[in-house]
Each structure stands twice: as structure tokens, then as C-alpha cells.
């Protein structure tokens, strides 16, 4: 604030460079959300009408936003019944002469099977875009999400593992000329003050902003730790209950941006606990195939049944044992006296 610069400044770089150190890639080009980060993704590849690129519908709306407003058309594939991130034995018969990227998400912190996906990618000449919106600090095989595809996107919303004061997002990537091509994007693309090689946007992550996370990442993994140690308390508590708890599988460190269990009456549950006082959430009610905005035609049996049964129980690094046990034991208590 005494520095009277607050956009593209000292605070900004040092954010982008301390923030592609962590995750891994050459490159951090700071932007104003996680949406912007991933429409300025796709449009960097130079995916427009006509195209097409393959992802979930199981998913916040701005992912598959993303490749609209590109023009572009999103081809759905259904999810892993046990982790609800994109099964990568669906891909490649949705793959046709017009797609160009497959655009995973790392739902609720844990990293979609990267190894198939990238493999099937280079097998058909395919760009892979990362939606690490949830996943900071995430990995998949030791390597971070958002450091294995052609480009990562990252959402710095209040409510994430690493959250601003407010709106703020970032992409990452390897490629050089990406990261230059997306420097410009994000700033009416401008190579210099008032000299436009094509027409951009205004989405620069602000230096208030990137100050606060900057500060925040060295606490990031230890958070992140206390989420896992969090998760694990109630696996241990939910256990013996007929609600399916989170999979965390062999090649992912989960860092449980949400903690999510399902159950086919999670609507009576979740009645159950808001009357108890314990506030629930669904992430995400309606698949985006579904939404009117969209509507649609996709065959997506695993993704229609789970979205009927998840519920995000609370999970923060300052949540207290005695405040899982609390809630594990009202959920013992549903089932036990029906």
C-alpha cells in the first residue's frame, strides 16, 4: 500500500516466481480469477469455433465456461465412480477430427490419473490443460498438479487451500512462448505500454493480492497436512457407517480441498446435521450437461448417480478433533437410530 504501485508491480513477480518454484513449472503468469485463468488457457492453445476438447461435467460451470467462450465445443466424459475426476478409459472414444485437449480437473484436491491422460494426449497429438483450481499443492507420482500438462490453472478464491482476500487466479506452464503469448493476454495484449499485438483482456492478478498469497504459500503445505491428517480422522470415524468415504489413490497425494462422502440419502442426512447444527455443502448438485445454460445430450451414468449422493462435510486446517468426532458421531447416530 505505501508503495502506491498496485498493479503488475514487485509484488506480482515475486508471487509468480515463488509460485512456479513450488508448483514446479518455468513459469506462473498471475490473473484475476481461476476462471480467467483457465478461458486465457484455452484461448492461448488457439482452441476456437469448430474445435473440441474433452472434460467433466461434474465440475464447477467455469471449467467447461472456459471452452465456450472459446467458441469451442466441450465433449463430456464420465468420472471414476471412486475418485470423481475424469476415468481416462473414456477419452478415446470421444476423441474425433476436431478435438484438440482434454481439459482434466483435480476435483476436491486429489489429481485425475495424469499418466493415462498425458499418454493418451501424446498418443493423439492432443494440448492437456490442468484445472488445479482445487488442487494446490496436489500431486500426482511426487510431481505438483498444474507442473504436467501443457498449461495448469489456479483459483485463488477465499475458500481454497490457498486463498486470496478476494478474487485472483494463476496459470502455469513449461513453454516459454506460451508464458510470453499469456503475459500479453492478461494485459490488453500489450508488448509495451500502448502498443497492442492483438486484441487481450484486462485480467492481472493485483499486487495487494499477490502480496497476501505470496505470504500465505509458505504456510501452504503445512495446512495441507493438517487437511490430510483432518481427512484421515474421519475415514477412521466414519468407518463403520454406510457412507462411502474419499479414495485416495496409490499415485495422489490428496490434499482434501473438500472432504467429501456419499450416501443415497444424503439429503436426509444433510437435513439430519443442519438441524444439529453442522452446516453441509454439495459440490456439485447438478452436473454441468444438465444446467440450462447447457443442456446438453450425454450419456454419463456415474457422474448423474454420485451427484444425487455427495456431501461435503466441513474440513479446514482449523477445525479441531473434538469438532470431527462431533460430527462423526452425529452421522453414526443417523443411521443408528433408524
Not at 502506491?4 to 506480482?12: D, N, P, S
Not at 499418454?119 to 504436467?148: M, P, T
Not at 493485483?206 to 505470504?215: G, K, N, R
Not at 479414495?247 to 473438500?258: A, M, T
Request: net charge neutral.
Amino acid at each position: 500500500m505505501n508503495s502506491g504501485w498496485y498493479i503488475l508491480g514487485k509484488e506480482t513477480a515475486t508471487f509468480e516466481s515463488d509460485f512456479s518454484k513450488y508448483i514446479g513449472s518455468k513459469y506462473a503468469i498471475g490473473v484475476n480469477s481461476g476462471s480467467d485463468a483457465l478461458y486465457l488457457a484455452v484461448k492461448a492453445l488457439g482452441i476456437s469455433l469448430g474445435d473440441e476438447v474433452i472434460t467433466v461435467s461434474h465440475t464447477m460451470i467455469s471449467s467447461v465456461d472456459a471452452i465456450t467462450r472459446n467458441g469451442a465445443k466441450p465433449v463430456f466424459v464420465d468420472i471414476d465412480p471412486e475418485t470423481y475426476t475424469l476415468d481416462p478409459s473414456e477419452i478415446e472414444a470421444k476423441i474425433s477430427k476436431k478435438t484438440r485437449a482434454i481439459l482434466p480437473v483435480h476435483l476436491y484436491g486429489q489429481t485425475a490419473d495424469m499418466g493415462s491422460i498425458i499418454e493418451i494426449a501424446k498418443k493423439n497429438n492432443l494440448y492437456v490443460v490442468e484445472d488445479a483450481c482445487q488442487a494446490h499443492g496436489a500431486e500426482y507420482c511426487h510431481s505438483k498438479a498444474g507442473s504436467i500438462g501443457h498449461i495448469g490453472c489456479f483459483s485463488f478464491y477465499p475458500t481454497k487451500n490457498l486463498g486470496a482476500y478476494g478474487d485472483a487466479g494463476m496459470i502455469t506452464t513449461s513453454d516459454e512462448k506460451l508464458a510470453a503469448l499469456l503475459q500479453k493476454m492478461r494485459n490488453y495484449g500489450q508488448s509495451k505500454k500502448y502498443y497492442h499485438d492483438f486484441v487481450g483482456v484486462n485480467s492481472r492478478l493485483d499486487e495487494l493480492q499477490a502480496s497476501v498469497l505470496d505470504l500465505k504459500l509458505r504456510y501452504l503445505d503445512g495446512w495441507n497436512e493438517r487437511r490430510r491428517k483432518l481427512a484421515e480422522l474421519y475415514n477412521s470415524l466414519l468407518k463403520n457407517t454406510p457412507v462411502i468415504t474419499p479414495v485416495e489413490r496409490e499415485y495422489s497425494k490428496h490434499v482434501y480441498h473438500l472432504y467429501v462422502i456419499r450416501h443415497k440419502e444424503r439429503d436426509r442426512l444433510q437435513q439430519f446435521l443442519f438441524k444439529r447444527g453442522i452446516q453441509t455443502l454439495i459440490h456439485y448438485p447438478i452436473p454441468v450437461h444438465m444446467q440450462e445454460a447447457y443442456h446438453i445430450n450425454a450419456k454419463l451414468p456415474v457422474t448423474e448417480k454420485i451427484t444425487g449422493e455427495i456431501l461435503s462435510l466441513p474440513l479446514h486446517p482449523w477445525l479441531k478433533e473434538e469438532e470431527v468426532n462431533l460430527i462423526s458421531e452425529e452421522i453414526s447416530k443417523y443411521f443408528n437410530n433408524k
